[in-house]
DNA sequence: GTGGTCTAGACCACT
DNA sequence: GTGGTCTAGACCACG
């Protein structure tokens, strides 16, 4: 488990750490279950503060991707909350294909490149 | 011309403004050449502050969908900037596929949302 | 007697085996000198630690929900402390109230629900 | 507006602050629209952190209580998030049911608290 | 001037 | 040793 963080960004490192997270959970890097590093722990191998990875933390238990079973845990949650995706990101999609579409992309190649980020989430097959 | 815009949103302002009238160019509602709204028309409709609509065209003008001809007035560009979008929206696309995928969406699924969200700019077939 | 904890819950395990065992006495589920299982049996059944079993039984005798007569048995206290509940909950009480107006809810609703939550102790009519 | 705050409770300050101010709406004292004191002006009156606040306005933020319009203001909701509250207080409120039941509350008693408590939050009639 | 974010410490409850 | 909470500062984007 190795975050790449990248403090320049105009997305908040907490976020940052919290995309991380969701796209190990998505490509199996973290199965359901399998114990998260310890907030100090990932404070300290980021090099940020706890407070920060705490927040994360407190984002993705909100969204049903972790749990912490108060005996000293955080662990990926066995089945993350189904809820309704298809109009949460409705809005940022539509931009992303607008700017496809103004930038010359057909919607064959917009779809063949959604596939690829969808599969690029896959790391065992 | 009519932008919504949600003041509660996390979405900077500007940028709300920016990716309507990104929108609004992809669907074709804005054809290359038209004129946009002046600053302060586009301020007072949308009840903001002239800044704030200043800081969206100027984002525009950057990125090449639109151009500011001396004279007065604010036009869509010809042929917008068809830069590397593939890197620019890789990782926002990457996350949306994860949270997608652990939402449960197919591979298929998914890829559908994303052709919708390319078709959805179209106003005139 | 049998406890459902949830270790992902903010309240913490000692406070959900307490409440559990109020919950029972309520309901009848476990007579006033019925015997309670040890706090090591407790402790094994439920997976978790003895202290924690422990502080849930000091916290109950000290309630006076619960006694132990030193000759090695916990047991349900003959008549309860009837202390002054209408203070001690009087807060959390109000919050709840408070919250379920907003969601919409009607006084008598509220008092539906709260005759509900009162008679749901009762499993002998 | 004026927080009472028990600096020796149990209950964390945030989540104090996040009750008065719901009991403060369902009161009808915070009118929906009404802008709310800044996070600064907050932490100084209550003698506390800033970033205390914060959580605080970030979870009735979430919760649907409160809305931030981004021009420079917190404010009460319009219509809050009429969830289902149904099950949402089942847990607290039945073991507040259940002490009382065992303080010996009848539960016409009981029912006469919770409108008590219901009808509490009301200041205008 | 607003909220959003971050830091570097600290104490405490829980297990 | 874990997460939860809090403090006292600070910088920045936004409007």
Redesign the pocket.
Known sequence: MLLCLDMAS?T?????IRNEIVLGIASGELAPGEK?P????LAEQC??????V??A??LL?QEGYIT?D?????AVAGSPGAGALGDKYAGALRIIAAEARLAGLSEDGFAALCREAYRGGDSNG
Chains 1, 2, 3, 4 share one sequence.
Do not use: S, W
């Not at 908040?12 to 940052?16: E, G």
């Not at 310890?38 to 722990?41: D, G, L, S």
């Not at 090099?47 to 920060?52: A, H, I, L």
């Open positions: 105009k908040p490192i907490y976020m940052q998260l310890t907030i100090r722990a090099g940020v503060n706890m407070m920060t705490n927040k933390y407190g238990r912490t108060r005996r000293g845990g955080t």
